[in-house]
């Protein structure tokens, strides 16, 4: 990995930094879609590639299990098996400690699954996960690590945090002696549940192990916790981490937690968010997510936003058709997929562009107002951007408390 810092925001922590990995330059900050077995859904590989998309993450537990590693081998790795040019980031299996518990019995040694799909023991151990992980041939592998659901309290957290240390040497361990350090970067991932001082301890630990990791992940948050608590964890990990490697917080996809984290320094984040959503009939947009599924959808024949470059809104593709077809065609999936993983490169390319340009602040500001209109804005947001020097309320606006999330779920 060559990785460099191009800029920096002089009032925010956000920069823009330059990732070259074995398959190209990516640019951070950047959002990566979700491509859990090796395809996301309804797209092409070549698709993907034309919406500008450099970074894409696959699953190391979905792939061993399935297509499995003698294909994958044979392929020549999970680039040429899903016809994928550019550059790939593999989970390790952690975050299914917590999505498939009830298949899965931790120890020291690793996670004991049962496949859900055959019921098939298989023990994942850290240096197992590694090895899966330089079979897929993944520019950037993850560490093995214990997670817990972010609303776990009591011993288990401090246990997992203080195992997936231990994990960490031991991947390190394992991919040193691999030779493949030169064209698979290992991350570490910080653990600690919503404890500052477990958080601090793990960032302790694991920033002395510097030496054998390119990078650095935010672990265990975006499982439900309360969002006041979600961006203090995230601000005093990214002020800890090392300024001279990639800051990647897992499992964030809603515009606004998007640029809320890049106020806070983090690089680099992944959710199934917009293309789980476009499924459902939502698309994703600068005034607000859309549900195309509501009635007053159904007559209007103007694209989803007529300013998007993405193909379904180049082509003129009327919410009244999309609004027909949505949850009933999977043609209305594939539109809504590609309008949507568009419009998070949209926010997280301009958001490179402002930095750049110095007016960070400004399209903080600019975007907050035009997502959030009169509805008033996240109290959370509100209160993260201010410890940054970002102040929404400026200009005036209303805050509300919750998420924020501006949702057309009501029916007409």
């Known amino acids: ?6 800029a920096r925001c002089k009032t925010t922590r956000a920069r823009v930094c330059r990732m070259k990995l074995a398959h ?7 959002f990566m879609p979700v491509a859990t077995q090796a395809a996301i859904k309804g797209l092409t590989a070549e698709q993907v590639d034309s919406l500008g998309v450099s970074l894409l993450l696959n699953n190391t537990y979905h792939l061993n299990l399935r297509p499995g590693l003698q294909v994958l081998n044979e392929a020549g ?11 790939l980031l593999t989970d390790s299996g952690g975050f299914q400690l917590v999505s498939l518990s009830k298949f899965t019995t931790i120890t020291e040694e690793g996670a004991l699954f049962s496949s859900p799909f055959t019921g098939e023991p298989t023990m994942l151990t850290p240096e197992e996960s590694i090895l899966i992980q330089h079979t897929i041939g993944a520019d950037i592998i993850m560490q093995l690590d214990d997670v817990v659901s972010s609303l776990t309290v009591g011993p288990r957290v401090e246990e997992a945090m203080e195992r997936s240390v231990r994990w960490l ?3 390190i361990a394992r991919h040193e002696a691999s030779g493949k350090t030169t064209t698979q970067n290992l991350f570490a991932i910080i653990q600690g549940g919503l404890d500052p001082v477990l958080r601090d301890k793990c960032l302790d630990e694991m920033t002395k192990r510097k030496d054998g990791v390119a990078g650095y992940a935010i672990g265990g948050l975006s499982g439900g ?7 203090k964890i995230i601000k005093q990990c990214a002020e800890k981490l090392p300024e001279d490697r990639p800051r990647y917080s897992m499992g964030i996809g809603f515009a606004e937690d998007l640029l809320v984290c890049v106020a806070l320094g983090v ?6 968010f917009p293309t789980r959503t476009a499924r459902f009939g939502v698309a994703l947009t600068h005034g607000g997510p859309i549900n195309l599924r509501l009635s007053k959808h159904a007559v209007d024949l103007n694209p989803i936003d007529p300013d998007c470059p993405c193909p379904t809104c180049k082509d003129g593709t009327s919410r009244a058709i999309l609004h027909h077809t949505v949850t009933h065609e999977t043609s209305a999936a594939h539109a809504l997929t590609l309008h949507n993983i568009t419009f998070q490169a949209q926010v ?11 007016t960070f602040p400004e399209y903080l500001l600019s975007f907050f107002k035009q997502y959030f209109g009169d509805n008033g804005y996240p109290e959370w947001c509100v209160n993260a951007l201010r410890t940054v020097g970002v102040d929404l309320l400026r200009e005036g606006g209303k805050v509300i408390s919750g998420s924020g999330a501006k949702w057309e779920y009501a029916e007409d």
């Open 225 to 231: 916790e309360e969002k006041d608590i979600f961006w």
């Open 24 to 30: 190209g330059v990516t640019m951070l900050p950047t």
């Open 77 to 87: 790795g999970a680039h040429k098996f899903q016809g994928w040019q550019r550059n």
């Open 169 to 171: 040497d031991r991947c």
């Open 267 to 272: 690089d680099m984040a992944d959710c199934v």
């Open 1 to 6: 990995m060559q990785f460099e810092v191009l």
């Open 348 to 358: 997280m390319g301009r958001a490179r562009t402002a930095i750049m340009e110095g």
